[in-house]
Structure formats: C-alpha cells, structure tokens
Nanobody, 115 residues
C-alpha cells in the first residue's frame, strides 16, 4: 500500500521559516523522483519543487533561492525547507510521487504566512 504523509505546516510570520516533511512508503520513494506541490482553494495545484532519486533538484521560479528540497533515502522521507516566507506562500502543500504512471498524493499540510 502506497502512503504519503506530510507534516510540519503551520502559521508563521512573513520572513519566517518552516520545514515540511513527507514520509513515504518505500514502494513509491525508492528510485523515484518526489515532488512538493501547493494549492490554494481557488487556484490550480502548482509544482513547487522536485528531487530525483539521484538528488537533482528543480524549483518553481517563485520559490527559487528561498526553498530547498531534500531527501533522506534511509528514512524514505522528503523535506521542503522554506525560508523568507511571504504571504503569497500561503497554501496547502502536498507531497507527490509517480510510479508506473500512477500519481500518488498525500493529504496535504497547510501553511499560513501572516502577521
């Protein structure tokens, strides 16, 4: 059974930091790229960052230089370190993996950036 469980969201002031975690089943994590997406209620889901199984990373332009994606293969966990947070980063953040052309999603963790 494939499982993705996010944690680490919360309320933070502008300029602050949060670190999101996504613990994944080994079947989806091993040898697969993992992603973080985000979505506000009235918007389309947006790809935030991707990390390949080899550790190569890519980012949306809106978060480059502020967010860092990483993975711990021993723990089957992917992280998203978010620094210099802005109010427009307020969203629900979702962990995603793709295996055999099947998309797997976590339930999301909410992030609110507000003073």
């Amino acid at each position: 059974q494939v499982r993705l469980v996010e944690s680490g969201g919360g309320l933070v002031q502008p300029g602050g930091s949060l670190r999101l975690s996504c613990e994944a089943s080994r079947t989806i994590f091993s040898n697969n790229a993992m992603d973080w997406y985000r979505q506000a209620p009235t918007k389309q889901r947006e790809l935030v960052a991707t990390i390949t199984s080899g550790g190569s990373t890519s980012y949306a332009d809106s978060v480059k230089g502020r967010f860092t994606i990483s993975r711990d293969n021993a723990k089957n966990t992917v992280y998203l370190q978010m620094n210099s947070l802005k109010p427009e980063d307020t969203d629900v953040y979702y962990c995603h993996g793709l295996r055999w052309n099947i998309h797997y999603w976590g339930r999301g963790t909410p992030v609110t950036v507000s003073s």
